[in-house]
């Protein structure tokens, strides 16, 4: 899940909103990593905070369609950690690899 913080937003608070939004889940932040820079190429530099969020009422999940066309749950042995270097640096950042 991604997501912009608005203004005067915490990225912690940003990211339980995106989640609401997105899925339709409650979550509680159960560890966040300090904010890092990732270049994705020359024109785009992002500033992240990776976090681990417990959700509950997985039955509340629902998809919202406009924001996401697809989800996966992955772990630090999924093949698309390998495939990303992205998401091997966060899990690395958030201490699961």
């Known amino acids: 899940m991604t997501g ?4 005067y ?8 909103r995106e989640l609401k ?3 339709n889940l409650e979550g509680k932040i159960l560890k966040t990593t300090e904010p890092y820079w990732s270049d994705d190429n020359e024109d785009n530099r992002w500033v992240r905070v ?3 969020i417990e959700v509950g009422r997985a039955e509340s999940f629902k998809m919202d369609a ?14 698309l950690v390998a495939e990303s270097e ?3 640096r966060t ?6 690899l």
């Open 50 to 52: 990776a976090l681990i």
């Open 4 to 7: 912009y913080v608005q203004d």
């Open 21 to 23: 939004e997105e899925t």
């Open 91 to 96: 899990f690395k950042k958030l201490g699961l």
């Open 66 to 79: 406009n924001e996401s066309q697809a989800f996966k749950w992955v772990t630090p042995d999924d093949p």
């Open 9 to 16: 937003e915490s990225a912690e608070s940003g990211a339980l």
């Open 86 to 88: 992205t998401i091997q």
